[in-house]
Each structure stands twice: as C-alpha cells, then as structure tokens.
T-cell receptor
Framework: EDKVVQSPLSLVVHEGDTVTLNCSYE??????LLWYKQEKKAPTFLFMLTSSGIEKKSGRLSSILDKKELFSILNITATQTGDSAVYLC?????????FGAGTRLTVKP | DVKVTQSSRYLVKRTGEKVFLECVQDMDHENMFWYRQDPGLGLRLIYF???????EKGDIPEGYSVSREKKERFSLILESASTNQTSMYLC???????????????FGSGTRLTVV
C-alpha cells in the first residue's frame, strides 16, 4: 500500500534556528515529490522534486530528494515566526498524489 | 490570479442531511480532486475526476459521491451526513500538460464541515 510518512509530527523552535523536516515515501509508479506549506487555509506549493541529489532552493527554504532511499528533506534556515505552518509532503504517481500527515512547525519569537 | 473556489468556508449540517460541497476552477484544468483533512491523518483522497463525467474512487469514497457535469465544476455530495464526516474538505485541480505545471496541484481554501 502506498504511504508517505513525515517526521516529526510537530516541532517548536525559536527564531533564527535551522530546521529539517523529513519525508519518506512508498508510492507505486512514483513520479515526483512535492512540498506544500499550509497556514490557515489552502496549501501553497513550495517545491517539486523529480531527480535525486538536485537541491531546489527558494530563499531560506531548500529541499532535496533521494530516490534510492525514498526520502526527501525540507530545510528552513534562520527561521522566522512567519514560517509557522503545517508542512505537507506528497508523493505523486500518474494518477494522484498521496499526502503525509504533515509536520506542524511553530517558530517562537 | 488563477483560482480554485470552494463555495462555503464553514458549514454546519444535521445528521442525515444531504450536503453539497461545490468547487469551481478557472484554470481550464482537466483533473479535479476532493480531499478531507483530519488532524494526524493528513490529506486523504476521496474522489478524483480526470474529465467531464468521469470519476475515480480515491482512498476513502464510502459515504460520498461526486458529480462533474462541466469541466470547471466538481461537486462532492454527502448523501446522508454523519458525525464522522465532520472534517475540513479541500478541493484541488491540476493540468495534464507538463508545460502547465502538470504535477502541481492548486488548492481551494477549504470547507470546514461540522455535522451535528
């Protein structure tokens, strides 16, 4: 059965800390791994990863995929209170996208 | 700005009522999806549709049905609402074409449904 597992489920840090969020996946006919940030409403797209070892960056956020180990990480450096959100990881095949339970990140001032 | 619009932000319904959740997208996307989101369980796929009048069951279709009569609109129907269907419902759409961001989904803002 396909599954996506995220860890930790929740994390509390202080501003300026660096965090690493983990995502492991088992998805039949895997095509891509996606990260979303969800604040109060709709998840918003962060990254899509299709190739191993190629880091994608956007400001203080970066992500990388390991297709051999079926694993991805999302790094956030110099965290800010605005980074507080639920971060969702999803594995996509040809038909649909399977989501993990999410990691709730709280950044305290 | 492209959008997926869900008709209601909050809904309170009684057990046994028939409930319609509406979703409209203006991006001419082929694929549309309905998820429910519950704490600790993440997003779980209820139904999806890859074309008008086409539908496929997701992981948890029981107690739900869907309708896609027009490309831009995908409706989720709870035939007889029950308290275990209290949840956040998210609609999403995506394109089948790589040059239109094939793998990325665009989500609606969600409908928080409470069944009492």
């Amino acid at each position: 059965e396909d599954k996506v597992v995220q860890s930790p489920l929740s994390l509390v840090v202080h501003e300026g800390d660096t965090v690493t969020l983990n995502c492991s996946y088992e998805v039949t006919n895997f095509r891509s791994l996606l990260w979303y940030k969800q604040e109060k409403k709709a998840p918003t797209f962060l990254f899509m990863l299709t190739s191993s070892g190629i880091e994608k960056k956007s400001g203080r956020l970066s992500s990388i995929l390991d297709k051999k180990e079926l694993f991805s990480i999302l790094n956030i450096t110099a965290t800010q209170t605005g980074d507080s959100a639920v971060y969702l990881c999803a594995g996509k095949n040809n038909n649909d996208m399977r989501f993990g339970a999410g990691t709730r990140l709280t950044v305290k001032p | 700005d492209v959008k997926v619009t869900q008709s209601s932000r909050y809904l309170v319904k009684r057990t046994g009522e028939k409930v319609f959740l509406e979703c409209v997208q203006d991006m001419d996307h082929e694929n549309m999806f309905w998820y429910r989101q519950d704490p600790g369980l993440g997003l779980r796929l209820i139904y999806f549709s890859y074309d008008v009048k086409m539908k496929e069951k997701g992981d948890i279709p029981e107690g739900y049905s869907v309708s896609r009569e027009k490309k831009e609109r995908f409706s989720l129907i709870l035939e007889s609402a029950s308290t275990n269907q209290t949840s956040m419902y998210l609609c999403a759409s995506s394109s089948i074409y790589r040059d239109r961001g094939q793998d990325g989904y665009t989500f609606g803002s969600g409908t928080r449904l409470t069944v009492v």
